[in-house]
C-alpha cells in the first residue's frame, strides 16, 4: 500500500505564496504519476500538477506562470509551490500517486488532503 502524507497549506491574502509537500511512504515497487488535484466546495474534483517519474507534465492554463510542481524520485516526495495565488485558488488540495504495488500493478493513492484558502 501506499500512504501519502501532505504537509503544507493555510490561509494566505491573494496574491500570496503557499508551498504544499507531499510524502509517500509503504510497500510500493514504483510510483509513476504523482502531484496534487484539488475540489472547491460545491465542485469537482480537477488537475493541478503531476508528474511523471520522467519528468513529464501537463499543467492545466491556471496553473501555467503561477504553480511549479518539484518532485525528487528519490525521495518519494512532489513540492508544489503556489505564487500569485487568487481566492479563487481556495480549494482543498489533494496528493495523488500511480504506485505499483506488488500483487496489484498500477493503483491510484490519495492523501488526506489541505486546506488552501486565499483571502481578498
Known amino acids: 500500500q501506499v500512504q501519502l502524507v501532505e504537509s503544507g497549506g493555510g490561509l494566505v491574502q491573494a496574491g500570496g505564496s503557499l508551498r504544499l509537500s507531499c510524502a509517500a511512504s509503504?510497500?510500493?515497487?514504483?510510483?509513476?504519476?504523482m502531484g496534487w488535484y484539488r475540489q472547491a466546495p460545491g465542485e469537482q474534483r480537477e488537475l493541478v500538477a503531476t508528474?511523471?517519474?520522467?519528468?513529464?507534465?501537463n499543467p492545466p492554463d491556471f496553473v501555467k506562470g503561477r504553480f511549479t510542481i518539484f518532485r525528487d524520485n528519490a525521495k518519494n516526495t512532489v513540492t508544489l509551490q503556489m505564487n500569485s495565488l487568487k481566492p479563487e485558488d481556495s480549494a482543498v488540495y489533494s496528493c495523488?500517486?500511480?504506485?505499483?504495488?506488488?500483487?496489484?500493478?498500477?493503483?491510484?493513492?490519495w492523501g488526506k488532503g489541505t486546506q488552501v484558502t486565499v483571502s481578498s
Open positions: 509503504g510497500s510500493f515497487i514504483s510510483i509513476n504519476n
Open positions: 508528474m511523471t517519474s520522467g519528468g513529464r507534465m
Open positions: 495523488y500517486a500511480n504506485a505499483v504495488v506488488v500483487g496489484r500493478g498500477y493503483s491510484n493513492y
